[in-house]
């Protein structure tokens, strides 16, 4: 894996996990990736931060003027996943099962599942993530 740092056209940091550049590329030009604070699918990689250790042994960084909260990013978090995938509730398994087969349109879902409906996704080889969000207050 290789970890890009990566800048949307609105300026927003983030990171993202690709397989090689080839990767990145082909996600990027399916519009796949998208930053997590706009939604913004215009994303280009940008020089790594680096840390240098001086003399006095105190590691020398960017700034960290673009550093929101913990609460803050899972908020926006949930708004960019609430956004961009399909709620399909406790149905999360069936309908994977039905887009991996071709049967349904490829498309972002998500939902809930059991251990045993993760087991047989993950037999099938049919990727999927486990994001446990925090409930916010109206």
């Known amino acids: 894996m290789i970890v890009y740092d990566l800048r949307c056209d609105r300026g927003h940091k983030f990171e993202g996990w690709f397989q090689d550049r080839q990767a990145f590329d082909a996600q990027k030009q ?10 913004s699918v215009e994303a280009e990689i940008v020089p790594a931060a680096v840390n240098v250790v001086g003399r006095d042994s105190r590691p020398v960084t960017n700034d960290n003027k673009g550093e929101i909260s913990p609460m803050r990013y899972f908020e926006q978090l949930n708004r960019q996943l609430e956004r961009c995938f399909d709620n399909v509730g406790d149905r999360f398994a069936e309908i994977a099962f039905r887009i991996h087969y071709g049967e349904e349109e490829r498309r972002n879902i998500r939902g809930t599942t059991t251990k045993q409906e993760e087991e047989a996704l993950r037999e099938e080889g049919i990727p999927f993530v486990k994001i446990p969000l925090p409930k916010f207050d109206s």
């Open 30 to 39: 399916g519009r796949l990736i998208s930053c997590p604070i706009c939604g």
